[in-house]
């Protein structure tokens, strides 16, 4: 080698290596299209395994999921964080300040409307309950007297006006402390769930200071605040679900109420009040729940979510088309709505049993030749 260097120069050396180089690369790429060939015609043999073969019409066959699209209930949701009330509650508080002398209830307790739940002492006021009924009898036992003299001629009409009049005092100061005797005894006002008792026997209290609770909760008052923006959507009768965490999995129905008659200049949102039921008692006040307002409810046409294709503002879905040469998927831009539960409502591109491919969207072309799972042809003829 190194002779022949010395001989015919380096330069020629070179020369002959680059040329040895490109025969083994050519030889490479000729063996590799052989190969290739060889396999191809392989995989297209009849009953040999590989992608799909050629449509009539040309482009590869693809098998595809395809569903119909049908009619689904759909509503424009409104979300919103709410605090539950009890339909009717009240703290049990006193009316004047003195020693409670008995309490009626204890923690936990149902009551009923008018039942005595607590009574304050009231030895003094039932002494001058006592004066005053005694009173009034004398006053009325006097005016029958005068009245009858009155009417044979030997009382004067000035006369009977003041035995009426000192009648009337009397029958005043009756009520009154007929009156203060009822300011002693707290009586429920309505039926309902009492709470925790934190008073006793014997404490001395003042007005204000809380003896107990007692809560209505056949039902519970849902308050909520929702965007003005959305002011239209909120009317009297309106759906609405509620989700408690207490309650995992469990769906809480009602209507709304009431809306507010005005909106808060800070937030710009509208107090809203809808009415749950709830008989079993599961929620309580103060509880804190989410909740969907189903304002426009609408049964309208819908396809699997995952069968539409956003592509910038735009949206469209590969529909199976059934020609002379076959099935083939044909694009088909749709306008969306509400997109809920893994279904999107279709406003516009769409009629109903229109057959869209859910599954290989995304290898599909338009006029490409599919061919639909059994599966899916199944479901649309059912």
Not at 247 to 274: C, E, M, N, P
Not at 354 to 359: G, N, S
């Amino acid at each position: 080698m190194f002779g022949f260097i010395r001989r015919y120069g380096f330069a020629a050396a070179v020369a002959i290596g680059l040329a040895a180089m490109t025969a083994i690369v050519f030889g490479k790429t000729v063996f590799d299209a052989i190969t290739e060939s060889a396999v191809s015609g392989a995989r297209g043999a009849p009953g040999a395994g590989g992608p799909p073969g050629r449509g009539a019409g040309g482009g590869m066959t693809a098998t595809v999921v395809a569903a119909p699209a049908t009619l689904h209930a759909f509503s424009d949701g409104i979300q919103a964080i709410g605090t539950a009330q009890a339909r009717e509650s009240i703290v049990l508080t006193p009316k004047v300040a003195d020693t409670i002398r008995a309490i009626r209830f204890d923690s936990g307790d149902r009551v009923r409307r008018g039942q005595v739940l607590v009574e304050m002492s009231s030895v003094e006021q039932a002494a001058g309950l006592e004066e005053a009924r005694a009173a009034y009898q004398a006053a009325q036992d006097e005016l029958g007297r005068y009245q009858e003299l009155f009417d044979r001629g030997f009382a004067s009409q000035a006369r009977l006006d003041a035995v009426q009049a000192a009648a009337d005092a009397a029958e005043a100061r009756l009520n009154a402390n007929t009156s203060r005797i009822a300011d002693r005894t707290i009586r429920a006002p309505f039926a309902g769930l009492v709470g925790l008792r934190t008073a006793s026997p014997g404490q001395y209290v003042r007005p204000g200071e809380q003896i107990g609770t007692l809560d209505d909760l056949s039902e519970i008052k849902l308050d909520f605040d929702v965007p003005e923006t959305q002011l239209t959507r909120l009317t009297v009768g309106v759906e609405i679900v509620a989700h408690a965490a207490a309650f995992t999995g469990r769906t809480f129905r009602g209507q709304i109420a009431t809306v507010d008659s005005r909106v808060d200049t800070t937030t710009r949102t509208v107090r809203v009040r809808a009415m749950l039921p709830n008989a079993d008692e599961a929620l309580r006040p103060g509880m804190l729940l989410t909740v969907e307002v189903r304002a426009n409810p609408r049964e309208a046409l819908a396809v699997p979510e995952i069968a539409v294709m956003d592509e910038g503002e735009t949206a469209f879905v590969y529909r199976v088309a059934t020609g002379e040469n076959g099935a083939r998927a044909e694009r088909v831009p749709v306008r969306v709505g509400q997109r809920s539960g893994g279904w999107a409502e279709i406003v516009e591109g769409l009629a109903v049993n229109d057959l869209v491919i859910t599954e290989g969207v995304q290898s599909v072309r338009p006029g490409q030749p599919v061919r639909v799972a059994d599966g899916a042809q199944q479901q649309r003829r059912s």
